[in-house]
């Protein structure tokens, strides 16, 4: 997500760290690439404009702080412009005094629609709602078995509604339903088209109208750029939308729906898609992305991240096996079962500012299946041999190469890598990280053993 575009950024600001002073010619220049940068990710062009426009105005018409340098001030005002085009705040959901709250989820077909009404299930059941899910969608074949499918998955229940096949009845009943059962929120997940057509929007605002949702959530495909920008612009003309849920912002998609929709709209984007598990839902936080663009990292989210999946009680212990020199094999396990719980590796790696020795993380390409490798070799080892690597002789190695299926190589690098993480870790929880959770208030071994 935004790889391009950070990698742009990067360049450019690192060329502005030998200015002596701000001049015109300076900021023009480095406006120049900055737009270019942009438009690359296909930002739409009015957002380019605008964007650039501002920044250029408050570079060129203030005083630099004594505390920065040029180079500094730039990346500030360029910073905080980026975060105004975004919305600046998080945009939550709102729910209604009625019971229940109901969410229309709308968009065309192939959006990711139905996974992320599921997505967003789950993520409701995670801060203790009770949620109900229904699919409107009685045209596309098994439409509604397939969300069936997904709350089953999720463990999320899902009105049927056998029988019943007009859609306003569906939502009706299912609305009923979930008030009769205890559910304060009903996911409606309506029908969607390859193109935006009369009928559809004809049903959908009968739907809006019958249901008085609190929230109409457009689920628009971060892939197909500028086209997901156009479609919320008719979608929320057309119904009066209140939010976005951006999906497959974890693929190839340059970023240029996500910094656009806001400022055309007008409507917050509230939730971003960041893989294909039904946990890879996030809030939208205009300040983290605009972060992670310009390559200072998102801490703030990796913690929560951390704080969601790890056990703390076992991360104190381990921050204390670290710092006596007593973490084993058997705990390096433990740990990557939980590092890997919190998502994709190079996700998390990506959340890491890219300055000191993070400076180089997002460009760590980390197999996941060598995670697997490690936790088989580990699981081939006699909990005597986890707990006290020294007797590891050999022999051992060939039956533990055997016994995970892997070589005695890979065998000896496993350790090798333990030796050499032990040692990391154990400085790592003592310094940075540790300064930091505590800065945050989060105990040193809830991240500084984890992350």
């Not at 709250?101 to 299930?121: E, R």
């Not at 971003?272 to 890879?280: C, D, L, R, S």
């Not at 070589?407 to 050499?420: G, P």
Request: glycine fraction near 8%; aromatic fraction near 4%.
């Amino acid at each position: 997500m935004f790889d391009a575009l950070q990698n742009r950024f990067q360049k450019v600001f690192k060329s502005l760290r030998i200015q002596g002073i701000l001049s015109e010619e300076v900021v023009d220049e480095t406006l120049r690439e900055v737009r270019l940068g942009l438009l690359e990710a296909d930002v739409n062009l009015n957002v380019v404009k605008a964007l650039l426009e501002r920044v250029r105005a408050k570079a060129l018409g203030q005083e630099i702080r004594s505390s920065m340098s040029p180079g500094q001030e730039v990346v500030r005002i360029v910073r905080d412009e980026l975060i105004e085009i975004l919305g600046r705040e998080a945009s939550l959901l709102t729910f209604s005094k009625e019971y229940p709250t109901v969410f229309l989820m709308v968009g065309l077909q192939g959006s990711g629609k139905t996974t992320s009404a599921g997505k967003l299930a789950l993520w409701l059941t995670s801060r203790k709602r009770r949620p109900l899910l229904v699919s409107t969608d009685v045209y596309r074949p098994a439409a509604r078995e397939q969300l069936a499918v997904i709350a089953k998955a999720i463990g999320v229940p899902c009105f049927a509604g056998q029988g019943i096949d007009s859609p306003i009845d569906l939502a009706l009943a299912a609305r009923r339903d979930a008030a009769d059962r205890g559910h304060d929120v009903l996911i409606v997940d309506t029908a969607g088209r390859l193109h935006i057509d009369e009928q559809m929007m004809q049903e959908v605002s009968e739907l809006r109208t019958r249901l008085r949702p609190s929230e109409v959530l457009l689920v628009a495909d971060a892939m197909v750029g500028q086209d997901a920008v156009r479609s919320a612009q008719e979608f929320h003309e057309r119904l009066g939308t209140s939010g976005v849920i951006l999906t497959k912002l974890d693929g190839d998609a340059r970023g240029g729906a996500a910094l656009s929709i806001h400022y055309v709209t007008g409507q917050p984007i509230k939730f971003i898609g960041v893989g294909e598990k039904y946990e890879a839902l996030e809030v939208f936080y205009p300040e983290r992305i605009v972060s992670r663009i310009l390559g200072m990292g998102d801490i703030l989210s990796l913690i929560e991240k951390a704080e969601e999946k790890i056990d703390k009680q076992k991360a104190l212990e381990v921050q204390h096996k670290l710092q006596t020199d007593t973490f084993t094999l058997e705990d390096l396990r433990d740990q990557l079962r939980q590092v890997r719980s919190m998502g994709p590796m190079d996700q998390m790696m990506a959340m890491l500012p890219k300055v000191g020795i993070f400076k180089d993380a997002g460009k760590a390409n980390v197999d996941e299946k060598e995670l697997t490798h490690i936790e088989a070799i580990i699981n081939s080892m006699t909990p005597q041999e986890r707990r006290n690597h020294e007797i590891i002789n050999g022999r051992r190695r060939k039956r533990i190469a055997k016994g995970s299926g892997t070589s005695v190589q890979q065998v000896n690098q496993v350790l090798k890598q333990y030796f050499q993480m032990r040692k990391m870790m154990k400085s790592f929880s003592q310094n940075f990280l540790g300064r930091q959770l505590q800065r945050l208030k989060m105990p040193a071994g809830a991240g500084g053993a984890n992350l």
